[in-house]
C-alpha cells in the first residue's frame, strides 16, 4: 500500500512512546517510521533527554491513556521491562533487552519466509558465535515453536543458558524439529538452510573485549568456506551492524544474501503487512549498496 500511495492511517489519533535506555538507530527508526506511517504521533524519550529512571522511575505508574497510547521500550534488563508492563496501564512492546530481541525475531522469520516461499517447516537455522546472546535465544523459541530445527554453533562457554534450552526441547519435539548445539562449526552448517551470525561484541560493551572475543570467536566466522557446505539455497543472514574483513564481505555480498532488518518496519508496524510490501530490493547486501562493499 505504501509504494502504491494508498493511505493506510489506520492508527489515527493514537500515541507511541518510544523508550530507550541505550542509543538506537535501526530499532528506533523502524518503530517511528512505521508508527507515522500508521498516522500515530511518536515520542522519542532516552535516558539523556528525559528523567528515565531518575525522577521518574520505570516501575513508577505512568500517566499513559489507556485509550490512546502505547509504549514501546528498548531497555538494559528484561525485568525494567516487565516493571513497566506491570506499572504502566497501556500495552508495551518489547523492542530489545540484553536477554530477548523480539521485534528482531519476528523480522529474520519473516525473511526466511519470504526466501523460502513459507515453506520452513524442517528447514535448519544455523546460529554462529556467541549464542548466548539475546537474538540467540529468541531464534532459539521461535524455530522450536515453528518447527524450524535450530543449531547453536560457538564455544561452549558461549551457548544459551541451560534454563531456555530446556524450556524449547519439548517446544520443539511437539513441533518436529530439534535443538544441536555445538562447538564444531563444519557439523553445523552441513546442509543448513539459513546461517545467521551477530556482531562479537554488543552495545555498551567496553572496547577492551575485542581482542578476547576475537581470539574466542575467530574460529566462528561466517566464511564463504563454510557457506559452501550448506544447501545451494541456502541464504545468510546478520543483524547489522556487520564488521567484516574482504572474506565475509564476499558473503555478504553473494546473491543468497539477506539482511533481516529490511523487515523490520514491516512487522513492527502492522501484523498485517505482506512482505512484499517492503520498499527494499529481495537480495540487500549486493555489490551496488555502498555498505556492504570494500571501501
Not at 525473511?111 to 546460529?127: A, M, P, S
Not at 512484499?276 to 551496488?288: D, F, G
Request: charged share 20%; net charge positive; hydrophobic share 35%.
Amino acid at each position: 500500500m505504501k509504494r502504491a500511495g494508498v493511505p493506510h492511517r489506520y492508527l489515527e489519533g493514537k500515541n507511541i512512546v518510544l523508550l530507550f535506555q541505550k542509543t538506537s538507530t535501526r530499532t528506533r527508526c523502524a518503530f517511528e517510521v512505521g508508527a507515522m506511517d500508521l498516522g500515530m504521533g511518536v515520542t522519542y524519550l532516552d535516558p539523556n533527554s528525559s528523567q528515565m529512571g531518575k525522577k521518574s522511575p520505570l516501575r513508577t505508574p505512568l500517566a499513559f491513556s489507556a485509550a490512546s497510547m502505547t509504549a514501546s521500550s528498548s531497555a538494559a534488563a528484561q525485568t525494567d521491562v516487565e516493571d513497566l508492563a506491570a506499572n504502566a496501564g497501556v500495552p508495551v512492546w518489547n523492542g530489545l533487552t540484553t536477554e530477548w530481541h523480539p521485534t528482531q525475531m519476528l523480522a529474520d522469520i519473516l525473511t526466511v519466509q519470504e526466501n523460502f516461499n513459507y515453506d520452513i517447516k524442517g528447514r535448519t537455522l544455523v546460529f554462529m558465535g556467541d549464542c548466548k546472546n539475546n537474538v540467540a535465544r529468541s531464534l532459539m523459541v521461535v524455530c522450536a515453536k515453528l518447527g524450524m530445527n535450530f543449531v547453536a554453533c560457538g564455544p561452549k562457554h558461549c551457548m544459551p543458558g541451560d534454563d531456555v534450552v530446556e524450556a524449547c526441547k519439548p517446544i520443539a519435539a511437539e513441533n518436529g524439529c530439534t535443538i544441536l548445539l555445538t562447538d564444531d562449526p563444519k557439523e553445523a552448517c552441513t546442509n543448513a538452510d539459513v546461517i545467521y551470525t551477530d556482531v562479537w561484541v554488543s552495545m555498551g560493551e567496553p572496547d577492551e573485549v575485542w581482542a578476547e572475543r576475537i581470539k574466542e570467536l575467530e574460529p566462528y566466522r561466517v566464511t564463504a568456506e563454510l557457506m559452501a557446505l550448506a544447501k545451494p539455497e541456502a541464504i545468510f543472514l546478520h543483524c547489522p551492524p556487520a564488521s567484516t574483513t574482504p572474506t565475509p564481505r564476499l558473503v555478504l555480498r553473494r546473491p543468497s544474501s539477506s539482511a533481516s532488518p529490511r523487515w523490520k518496519l514491516p512487522t513492527r508496524s502492522s501484523s498485517r503487512s505482506s512482505p512484499r510490501s517492503s520498499t527494499r530490493l529481495r537480495t540487500v547486501c549486493t555489490p551496488s549498496r555502498l555498505s556492504c562493499t570494500p571501501p
